[in-house]
């Protein structure tokens, strides 16, 4: 960890209390804290209780560090509790989704409907021979089938992989593979910047690959042609014929609900695991808290994509149990303009708004006149998460979209935590641009230092979480050793995030991005790994080396330095630096293209022969370069720092 982006963080003295009407009528009081300190499990079983049931738990935690099961001895279905339940209490009429697909079409899914839809669903799995236990990939676009695919998936105890629409073939193969996926439920394609994307293509070209995929179930979208073969079976054909009814049945707490893969520091992804009892506890409860979600009246937006963490636990699950109606959009923000997403708050009264910093700072560089050519009035809460979001964006969110008049949740958490950690509650606390602010109640978060030492207010250091809780990943699918190592072995007894952290001198915390080799891309973690793998298996490229350099858009961009096999000459610059950005795109997905590509003559290397990535990023972000004693070559940063000058390469 480079000690000065950890420390040069200004105070930030401006604070922002709730309303007085917000505070009197929020879902969680100032007390929650206190009573989760007195009695923390009592406090989760509390929690738990959101749930309904078949049989309840003989014990709220089982922690075996680090391996944790929650609610132990309870059953119960996820299907059940986001769905049936609402239409046995009399919630059915009530909207679940506001769907609007990008070219316009919509559709007003109500939960009674949803329910149909997902028996129906889980009706065509079973005669596919799905059960329990099972793993399904999902790789679909942002559509209603998205989410009944998981919830069918669940309804039987099968675990969903879902695999974000935007990655490749080879992508989707390696995540099918190692979940040993039977079955890949797909969509012809979807809809994107005004155009038909495809997926079945993809999937087909994933399939050539050694795997144990059965059936390919395919959701009809766009209407393109696509490519028919024996294991393939239309959505309408095989879901539509069911019936729409089926009785579910109660799974263990820790039976798996889903594998998300997230990036790594080496180049296979982590396939995080999750169960069921404590997973929807958590989510369920952070819903409900975070968001003062008013089921009856409010119209609640998160605008994430089912592929990441983020649809999972705060469009598919939180939001279904706790009863909200939602908005749900296929597309992209700028189509076909750029007041698209302030179209459609105004349009559905959207009440509640959950996005990513790199969202906003979009919307601050598209301009103001976006968000005021629509009447945003509707809003009364804004929520970030994904990436820090700096003070400036912070405060843009708040007036020019929430007109100072929405408290803002910064949300931290990950794919690894499951759901939400550390937020403002939203009628409780005094908020401070830029500052996720402190655990939530019944979590244990603490900055510190090497050794592993609370660093106290007023210093930076590692982000640790001290507790388990019950939306912890049980594991990495199949890699015992690797979860161990990855999470639990940096500090003693404590879970290791991966994020650099500040106190301020009132104790709030300041996330200060990852400190390892991933990167983070628009709020979506790739690993510099993943990237290099991908560029050296082109013919052209001997040895490349990634950082994640600071971008004012998105977070983080990629920036890549590559060297190039012997004969291959650099002369030809742009149109190889074009062809290894496709390449990349091809390899991994459009996401993972680097922003910029240098070709170097030598990379930065240590005398054991690793890359020195902090010098490089130097170079990256335009600092003059670090300390580079200990390099092999104490020249090669001057090369290419030179080099740079005639290298450049943008677009
Ligand atoms: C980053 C997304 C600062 C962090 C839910 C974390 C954040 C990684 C925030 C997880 C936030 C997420 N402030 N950084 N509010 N939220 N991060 O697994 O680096 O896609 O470790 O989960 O995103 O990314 P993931």
Redesign the pocket.
């Known amino acids: 960890m480079s000690g000065e982006s950890f420390e040069n963080l200004s105070y930030e003295d401006r604070t922002f209390t709730p309303s007085q009407s917000f505070i009197d009528n929020a879902n969680t009081k100032s007390d929650i804290y206190d009573e989760a300190n007195k009695d923390r499990l009592a406090f989760w079983e509390k929690q738990a209780n959101r749930l309904s049931w078949n049989k309840k738990w003989d014990q709220v935690v089982d922690w075996q560090l680090p391996f944790a099961k929650w609610f132990v001895g309870g059953k119960l279905n996820a299907s059940f509790n986001c769905l049936d339940r609402h239409v046995i209490e009399g919630r059915g009429e009530r909207v679940a989704f506001h769907f609007e697909g990008e070219p316009g079409d919509t559709q007003t899914i109500t939960y009674k409907q949803l329910l149909s839809d997902v028996c129906k669903a889980t009706n065509a799995l079973i005669e596919l021979g799905v059960k329990q236990g099972d793993r399904i990939a999902i790789y679909m676009p942002m559509i209603p089938q998205a989410a009944i695919a998981m919830l069918a998936c669940a309804r039987l105890g099968a675990m969903h992989s879902v695999v974000f629409g935007g990655f490749s073939a080879d992508a989707l193969l390696s995540r099918i593979q190692d979940a040993d996926a039977s079955l890949v439920i797909t969509a012809d394609g979807g809809y994107r910047k005004s155009a038909a994307f495809a997926l079945k293509g993809a999937v087909d070209e994933a399939l050539k690959g050694s795997t144990n995929v059965k059936n390919v179930l395919v959701v009809k979208r766009t209407g393109q042609e696509v490519a028919w073969g024996s294991k393939d079976v239309w959505w309408h054909e095989i879901v539509d014929r069911q019936s729409d009814k089926h009785e579910p049945e109660f799974f263990d707490s820790e039976n798996g609900l889903f594998i998300l893969y997230?990036s790594g520091t080496t180049a296979k992804p982590k396939g995080i695991y999750h169960t069921t009892g404590g997973y929807l506890t958590q989510a369920a409860f952070t819903h409900h808290a975070v968001f003062d979600l008013k089921p009856e009246t409010d119209v609640y937006w998160c605008t994430a994509d089912v592929g990441?963490?983020?649809g999972h636990s705060y469009v598919v699950y939180g939001p279904l149990i706790n009863g909200a109606t939602q908005v749900m959009y296929e597309g992209t923000p700028d189509t076909p303009t750029k007041g698209r997403v302030f179209q459609l708050i105004e349009k559905y009264k959207v009440s509640i708004l959950y996005t990513a910093p790199t969202l906003i700072r979009t919307w601050m560089k598209w301009g103001d006149e976006y968000p005021n050519g629509s009447n945003l009035s509707s809003l009364r809460l804004l929520g970030?998460?994904?990436?820090?979001?700096n003070p400036e964006a912070w405060m843009w969110y708040r007036e020019v979209i929430g007109k100072n008049n929405c408290p803002i949740v910064?949300?931290?958490?990950?794919?690894?935590t499951g759901a939400i950690m550390i937020s403002p509650l939203p009628g409780v606390t005094a908020t401070k641009p830029g500052s996720?602010m402190k655990a939530l109640p019944g979590i244990g978060a603490e900055v510190v230092d090497d050794e592993g030492n609370a660093v106290g207010n007023g210093r930076g250091g590692y982000l640790v979480l001290t507790q388990p809780w019950p939306s912890m990943m049980r594991g990495i699918w199949k890699e015992p050793v690797r979860y161990k190592d990855t999470y639990w072995s940096r500090f003693n007894n404590l879970y290791f995030?991966?994020?650099g952290a500040k106190l301020d001198k009132d104790g709030a915390i300041w996330?200060l991005?990852?400190v390892d080799d991933v990167m983070?891309v628009s709020?979506?973690?790739i690993s510099t790994t993943e990237v290099e793998s991908a560029l050296v298996s082109h013919e052209a490229v001997a040895e490349a080396a990634v950082v994640g350099a600071k971008d004012e858009m998105t977070g983080q961009g990629i920036v890549a330095f590559v060297i190039l096999r012997g004969g291959i000459e650099a002369a030809k610059g742009d149109t190889l630096v074009k062809q290894l950005r496709d390449h990349v795109a091809k390899e991994i997905g459009a996401i993972a293209k680097p922003r910029q590509i240098m070709v170097v003559a030598e990379l930065p290397k240590t005398r054991s022969g690793k890359i020195m990535r902090r010098l490089l990023k130097d170079v990256a972000e335009n600092r003059a370069v670090g300390d580079s004693t200990t390099l092999a070559d104490p020249n090669v940063m001057k090369l290419i720092s030179e080099g740079l000058q005639s290298g450049k390469s943008e677009d």
């Open positions: 997230t990441w963490i983020t970030s998460v994904g990436e820090p979001i910064d949300t931290w958490w990950q794919t690894e996720a995030a991966g994020d996330l991005g990852r983070n709020g979506h973690r």
